[in-house]
């Protein structure tokens, strides 16, 4: 009995420790998504098309998709039901009305700016929604450029604005996904949003497949995908070029952990991030298959007093850059803003780092007792590159060796 029972705990104890090295990702089993079934197909007319549309989804069965078949919609806010997807067919776009009225949460801010940026709603809505999503080859477009109705300039222009007078442009998220689960975003081209492009919260299981994003790195304010406080998310196959973040995990409301990002391409932008708004904590992220070509950094992870948060368990694999500035940059005091809390990065690993282009690395930790703590392996970099410690641990080795001038299919889709 006891040889029984011991063995019993020494293979529960060896199945604990697989199961805790594969926690280190998304847990679920993720595999390529398949459109679902159309409930009803729509042809585009040249109106405003937001009470058809939402009439078809709040009428489709669940597990089937509105599926737009031709032309050009345009459209105000959209709420997509529980169960029930969009597909977006090849050679359509589905255009947000740059009406800042159709956005507005009540207080006649949205397409304004005021001291707090939060008086629209996002153009597509997910709320407490279950296996729904968006699906096609099809375009969805902010129209972000386009001069918003009733002013006499574009949301991107106030964005800017924003900037200059040192306040915040009420602009529409083009798609927020909030308290859901089991949300597909598959092979969708977003583009021109006015706002962030993709952002979650309290979201478990999200999977982001084969979706581009295609926005001009002067858009303020773009992100192209931020899961925030969510869990089970995988962002696999996309090519992201936009004006800020290009993937941001965040941890404002609760912590964002197992999050895999997998064979991805990302062009303009602000890097693949990790923070600042990380209160709650990140971690079980694993980030493997990147290219960054033209990004402003590349691997980032920022907080400071103010935000706090444990950043842990994150790994980065198989990473080519190429003309990125600040290829790895890890900032505990980002923004020089301060507070009481206190942020930790800590069991954060880069193997098989490859950056062919000169670039300024930097470590800052917070103190001697705070430090940033770092792995490298396989990390090879320009000769002449800038090397930048403060306050960090940093074991293994890294070289200034790296040879080659194109990344090849390091991320390739
Ligand atoms: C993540 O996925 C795993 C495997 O499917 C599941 O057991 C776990 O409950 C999920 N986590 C959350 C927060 O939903
Ligand atoms: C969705 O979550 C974000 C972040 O927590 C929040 O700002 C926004 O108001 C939420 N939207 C809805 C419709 O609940
Ligand atoms: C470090 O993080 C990895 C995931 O990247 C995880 O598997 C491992 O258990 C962590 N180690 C410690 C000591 O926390």
Not at 182 to 202: A, C, E, G
Not at 228 to 257: E, F, L, W, Y
Not at 383 to 391: D, L
Request: glycine share 12%; with cysteine.
């Amino acid at each position: 009995m006891l040889g029984q029972s011991s063995m019993n705990f020494a293979a529960a104890a060896t199945l604990m420790l697989l199961v805790h090295v594969g926690y280190a990702k998304d847990q679920r089993t993720v595999t390529e998504p398949k459109n679902p079934q159309s409930c009803t197909t729509l042809k585009a007319t040249s109106g405003d098309e937001t009470q058809t549309i939402q009439k078809a989804l709040n009428s489709c069965a669940k597990g089937k998709a509105v599926a737009l078949s031709s032309g050009t919609f345009y459209s105000g806010p959209l709420t997509i039901p529980s169960g029930i997807s969009l597909l977006v067919d090849s050679g359509v776009t589905l255009k947000a009305l740059p009406d800042p009225s159709l956005y507005d949460l009540g207080r006649k801010t949205c397409g304004t700016l005021d001291e707090q940026g939060v008086g629209c709603k996002p153009f597509i809505t997910f709320h407490g929604a279950t296996g729904s999503g968006i699906y096609g080859k099809g375009v969805i477009d902010g129209q972000g450029d386009q001069t918003m109705t009733g002013k006499s300039e574009s949301w991107w222009k106030l964005a800017a604005d924003a900037k200059k007078k040192n306040n915040f442009q009420n602009n529409p998220r083009l798609i927020q996904i909030n308290d859901s689960v089991d949300i597909t975003l598959y092979q969708i081209t977003l583009k021109n949003s006015p706002f962030y492009h993709v952002s979650t919260s309290k979201t478990y299981g999200l999977t982001v497949w084969g979706i581009t994003i295609n926005t001009p790195s002067t858009a303020r304010n773009t992100d192209g995908v931020d899961p925030m406080g969510s869990q089970n998310v995988t962002i696999a196959h996309c090519s992201i070029s936009t004006g800020d973040d290009n993937v941001a995990i965040k941890a404002m409301d609760a912590p964002s952990r197992h999050i895999s990002v997998l064979n991805n391409h990302f062009g303009s932008g602000h890097g693949m991030s990790i923070g600042s708004e990380i209160t709650y904590g990140g971690s079980d992220i694993t980030i493997s298959g990147l290219t960054l070509d033209g990004t402003t950094n590349g691997l980032r992870i920022k907080s400071n007093t103010f935000r706090g948060g444990l950043v842990t368990g994150v790994s980065y694999t198989n990473v080519c850059m190429l003309e990125v500035k600040h290829p790895i940059l890890l900032d505990m005091e980002y923004g020089k803003v301060t507070g009481n809390l206190t942020p930790e990065f800590k069991n954060i690993t880069f193997s098989n780092v490859k950056v062919l282009t000169k670039g300024t690395f930097t470590f800052d930790g917070l103190s001697d007792t705070k430090p940033v703590e770092a792995t490298m392996k396989d990390v090879h970099i320009k000769k002449g590159s800038k090397w930048i410690t403060s306050n960090a641990k940093i074991t293994g080795t890294w070289a200034e060796d790296v040879t080659g001038t194109a990344c090849g299919n390091a991320g390739n889709n």
